[in-house]
């Protein structure tokens, strides 16, 4: 439990800095070496598909057995094994690197939209050069929302489970789905595994962050309205668990969130989620961020207490 404890305050201190050694960019440099090796031995729809799921079940492999032989390894020196697997554990959190960055869509929106749209590019798979002002904001809250399941809260719910391997998996299936999960031509096939999976590994993570989101706002957010978009909003959403958390946030902050958009030249219908209460404005990217710690922390508190609890009984 401690080094769980440690690894989430020292997300919360350091975050992700972009020269530190972080196993997701290797994560994401192994999948475009599979992308690369698969196009190289197929082009057909089929080839694809199979060389997808092949990538997948690799991943899902080196994401729980390296670290967890690793660990294993070590397990009879106590100082090593605990630096090692509050490290594993740390890079799985993205609690502070999503508030970095959505603060610096915000800075940058305040030079000017150009600047606004191209920091943005950085964190979302949307296009984003014809963005105005207010959808650069929406896109931001979104965001914001999404990751508090896909880098906060669904990390630490496996790696609860399954300890720092169980983490480390997800991230895999999480960063192949952000890399080969699109709908477009270039990746509907070989990301069509990419993405199932990663719609069953976030199937109960997506709908505890919607539930944390709630009731870590009492006294703070409109609950009420939160619990009524997202039982009303929570299906108007392509993906089937991101319209939880994204439904959530904007009932809790009275906004429509949602509509359309173009993904890599393609543009996807996608319903609204939300009522216009209150306009859009840059304070609504701080009060994303601030669910997204409250629901994180709430998480914490309820798994300290689970072990305690546990520990007391047996």
């Known amino acids: 439990m401690m080094n769980i404890i440690l690894a989430v305050i020292l997300d919360f201190i350091l975050g992700d800095p972009y020269s530190f050694p972080h196993l997701v960019k290797l994560m994401g440099n192994i999948i475009s070496r599979e992308e690369k090796i698969a196009r190289e031995i197929t082009n057909s729809k089929k080839g ?6 092949i990538i ?23 100082i090593l094994y605990s630096i090692l697997n509050i490290y594993l554990i740390y890079t799985c959190v993205a609690a502070r690197s ?15 939209i150009e600047e606004g749209r191209h920091r943005l590019s950085y964190i979302v798979g949307r296009d984003t050069t014809q963005l105005e002002e207010e959808e650069i904001i929406k896109a931001t809250v979104e ?20 300890g720092a391997p169980g983490g480390l998996t997800y991230k895999f299936v999480n960063t192949m789905d952000s890399m080969l999960g699109y709908i477009d031509d270039k990746y509907i096939d070989i990301g069509y595994f990419p993405a199932k999976v990663d719609d069953i590994f976030n199937y109960i993570p997506a709908r505890l962050t919607a539930f944390l989101m709630i009731l870590s706002s009492i006294g703070r957010f409109d609950v009420k309205q939160g619990k009524r978009i997202l039982l009303r909003d929570r299906k108007n959403h392509k993906s089937p668990n991101s319209g939880y958390p994204e439904s959530s946030v904007a ?16 543009l996807v219908k996608k319903p ?37 609890i546990r520990n007391y009984i047996c």
Do not use: C, W
């Open 272 to 308: 609204t989620i939300g009522d216009d209460i209150n306009k859009i404005n840059f304070n609504h990217i701080y009060n994303s961020i601030e669910i997204m710690y409250r629901s994180e922390i709430l998480l914490m508190i309820i798994y300290i207490l689970t072990v305690a």
């Open 143 to 162: 965001t914001v929302a999404e990751n508090t399941s896909d880098g906060v809260i669904a990390p630490l719910f496996y790696i609860f489970l399954l």
């Open 251 to 266: 009932g809790l902050l009275g906004i429509k969130l949602g509509g359309d958009n173009f993904y890599h030249g393609v």
């Open 56 to 78: 997948v079940l690799i991943n899902i492999f080196l994401g729980f057995v390296i670290p967890y032989l690793l660990l294993n390894s070590i397990k009879q020196y106590n």
């Open 98 to 112: 999503l508030h970095y960055e959505g603060n610096k869509v915000k800075e940058a929106l305040l030079k000017g």
């Open 48 to 53: 694809l598909k199979l060389l997808g799921l």
